[in-house]
């Protein structure tokens, strides 16, 4: 059985610090790895990316392997080839494959028919390859996860439910604020669920903005701006927080949207950190999963 990375509850709290710990690794020394030496990964994209692409096709890269970047336009699955039949090629020619995607399910699907490990680069449902690097931005800003708080204001979206699912595991409290009709679903293992963002992050170490519209909810950008416009991340919000609080945010940003340009270039923030992060904690997730 190859093993996948689609929400990241397949790491424990072992194995999570452990990927931590080799992400800091990675990134005091990036070319200290050879673990994809000779070996290609292929990175499909039926969605735009900036810094998905670029953290993965430099990471491979810095490892020794070869990236192979496949937009969906190019593939034969955009003329009908079984999602399946995809999964066994790819198997055959490389060690790991990236999605991102809209549907979880068919990134299900193709994890389910292939065998080689299979990671997940976003679905509409979660994006846990994000939620890595914000977990190792804020070890490296507080030296610690267990016991910090995090809230999270806006859409109840992929971004949240992978900062709930993974903080969690990491022993991060996350608290999640959201308008009616936007608020997180399923499973949030046991994220504090609450409609008011100035409650949400009470006390809190971090404050985490995304996208007001996520890809594939363009058809409802006007209701979303009118109903998440309470829940902007500005320096009066972000002065509701504890002491010391730190600014996040997964990008692309929309500065006077969902996020003031104040607090996106300001002092406070640690976001164009995450953005970095990315490589260096997705290079560990590749050591793990490419064996
Ligand atoms: N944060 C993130 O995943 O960015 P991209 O959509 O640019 O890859
Ligand atoms: N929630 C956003 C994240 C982008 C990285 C989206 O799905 O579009």
Not at 25 to 51: C, N, V, Y
Not at 82 to 93: K, Q
Not at 262 to 281: S, T
Request: aromatic share 4%; with cysteine.
């Amino acid at each position: 059985m190859a093993r996948h990375l689609l929400t990241g509850t397949e790491l424990d709290r072992d194995a999570l610090l452990a990927l931590l710990d080799r992400a800091d690794a990675l990134k005091a020394a990036p070319l200290s790895s050879r673990a994809l030496e000779g070996r290609s990964i292929a990175l499909i994209f039926e969605r735009h990316s900036t810094r998905t692409r670029l953290s993965f096709e430099a990471g491979v890269f810095e490892l020794g392997g070869r990236p192979i970047v496949l937009r969906r336009d190019e593939l034969q699955l955009a003329r009908g080839e079984s999602v399946a039949d995809t999964a066994r090629v790819l198997s055959r020619h490389v060690a790991a494959v990236g999605l991102r995607t809209g549907p979880h399910e068919l990134l299900e699907e193709l994890a389910q028919a292939s065998r080689v490990p299979v990671f997940n680069m976003l679905t509409a449902v979660h994006h846990p390859c994000q939620a890595l690097a914000d977990l190792m931005t804020l070890r490296e800003r507080f030296g610690r996860l267990e016991g910090l708080k995090l809230a999270y204001v806006g859409d109840g979206n992929n971004v949240a439910r992978s900062l709930a699912l993974v903080g969690a595991i990491a022993g991060v409290q996350v608290a999640v604020a959201s308008p009616d009709g936007y608020a997180l679903a399923g499973d949030t293992a046991g994220a504090r669920l609450t409609a008011d963002p100035v409650e949400a992050v009470a006390d809190a170490d971090a404050v985490y903005a995304d996208v007001w519209v996520s890809m594939g909810d363009e058809d409802s950008a006007d209701a979303r701006r009118a109903a998440l416009a309470p829940y902007r991340l500005d320096d009066a919000l972000l002065d509701r927080a504890a002491p010391g609080a730190i600014a996040l945010h997964c990008l692309p940003a929309h500065p006077g949207e969902e996020i003031s340009a104040d607090v996106l270039y300001g002092p406070r923030q640690c976001i164009w950190d995450q953005a970095e992060n990315r490589r260096h904690a997705q290079k560990a997730l590749l050591e793990l999963l490419v064996r």
